[in-house]
């Protein structure tokens, strides 16, 4: 005997799940693609050394009392 179901499924949304779990089947590069693939992976990463070999060794943390500057001389 089967048991009632009380959920009523929307067309709409099945497509939109359907289209979500195989949005990787159909994935190509494009130049948008490509270019948001690149500033994620490669220019995000690389600003974010820069900055951080930048400022590497322009403070000093160790051993400063309230009012001494971090800098070094």
Not at 54 to 64: D, H, R
Request: with cysteine.
């Amino acid at each position: 005997m089967a048991v009632p179901s009380f959920v009523q499924l929307d067309p709409a949304i099945e497509r939109w799940n359907r289209m979500r779990e195989d949005a990787y089947k159909h994935f190509r590069f494009t130049r948008r693609t490509s270019l948001i693939t690149f500033t994620g992976c490669v220019l995000i990463p690389s600003v974010i050394y820069y900055v951080a070999s930048e400022t590497q060794y322009k403070f000093k943390w160790t051993g400063k009392r309230k009012g001494d500057s971090l800098v070094q001389s």
